[in-house]
């Protein structure tokens, strides 16, 4: 069915909206718009973030801040060996007084969900999450039960202690909109931390918005308008994705409509009823860099998915600028 293209005040409106929650959770998570600003993009997109970070660097403080201003419930999952999928899902139980099984559910019923070091959990419990995810509900002894609107998963695992981890698989990688990674502050954000700039805690966030706006903003996102030149560009970046000599696979049709999906949230959210080539470069690396797989001889000279994202962007020509990106009526 053929939307209404988005409009420039529409826009205007989805910009000043996205620039307000972003300024809120800001007073929290110190010294990183740029993070926060695709964190908001991939809540939007309905899409999840997959963290993958040292640990005391604000990652949970950033997931409950999204939940704070939407006036939303999180959750969160410390991820152990011992961990089972009931403890994810949830469980049905049989009540003697009513003389009926009950459904009680886990925590994965909230709004924001921290799944905290998730590759500490073996593979079974892991793949608990790939179904609520993916489809929005679980399935518990043939029965249906679907999470709450927003569901945002924000999954993290520590780069350098995996000793007693599990690898996360290609196939849930894959469900994760973005990879990110806050990174150390730098000195004057560190010292403002260290004077008390962060004693204001997550919960006294004031909501600045509601569930029925963050799916408003989703839908507003789908109407950006995407250029048959913006289209190729993307094909022509995952074509090289699957044909260069460093990567053993490059990305799933899957990841092309992610990075649609996201490039048209990012625009909106920058007051721009149109996608740009700009918009593509600054979120190929977050949505793409975490879906490829390396040969072991890239893996040996400590190349990355996006270092050889950059390569790959450096040799394909970008759809030249202009105000061809809009919609003739936009102009």
């Known amino acids: 069915m053929n939307q209404k293209p988005l409009t420039v005040n529409e826009a205007a409106i989805a910009a000043d909206q996205a620039d307000r929650l972003a300024t809120s959770i800001e007073a929290v998570v110190l010294g990183k718009p740029g993070v926060i600003r695709l964190a908001l993009t991939a809540l939007f997109s309905e899409g999840h973030l997959l963290f993958e970070d040292v640990p005391g660097v604000g990652k949970t403080t950033l997931a409950r801040g999204i939940a704070a201003v939407m006036e939303g419930a999180w959750r969160r999952i410390q991820f152990t060996p011992d961990l089972l999928p009931a403890d994810v899902t949830g469980v049905t139980i049989f009540d003697q007084t009513a003389r009926a099984f009950e459904f009680h559910p886990g925590p994965v019923f909230a709004n924001v969900l921290i799944a905290d070091e998730v590759n500490r959990a073996s593979p079974k419990t892991q793949s608990a999450l790939l179904e609520v995810m993916e489809e929005r509900h679980v399935t518990v002894d043939g029965v249906r039960h679907p999470v709450p609107r927003p569901f945002l998963v924000v999954a993290t695992q520590n780069p350098v202690e995996m000793d007693g981890t599990y690898r996360l698989p290609e196939a849930q990688l894959d469900r994760f909109l973005m990879r990110l ?54 094909l022509k970046l995952a074509r090289q994705t699957r044909e260069h000599p460093g990567l053993r696979l490059g990305v799933s049709p899957r990841a092309t409509s992610a990075l649609i999906r996201a490039a048209r949230t990012h625009a909106m959210a920058d007051g721009r009823p149109f996608v740009t080539p700009e918009d593509i470069k600054t979120l190929v690396g977050p949505v793409w860099a975490h879906r490829l797989v390396l040969t072991p001889d890239a893996a040996l000279r400590d190349l990355t998915g996006a270092v050889l994202l950059h390569q790959i962007l450096d040799v394909t020509p970008a759809p030249r600028p202009g105000v061809e990106y809009a919609t003739p009526e936009r102009v």
Do not use: C, Q, W
């Not at 806050?182 to 805690?201: C, F, I, K, N």
């Not at 839908?219 to 289209?231: F, G, K, M, P, W």
């Open 181 to 234: 990674s806050l990174g150390y502050p730098d000195a004057v954000t560190e010292l403002a931390l260290m004077r008390g700039a962060s004693l204001r805690s997550p919960d006294d966030v004031e909501p600045m918005t509601n569930f029925k706006d963050v799916a408003l903003m989703g839908e507003l996102a789908r109407r950006v308008h995407v250029h048959d030149s913006i289209y190729e560009y993307v």
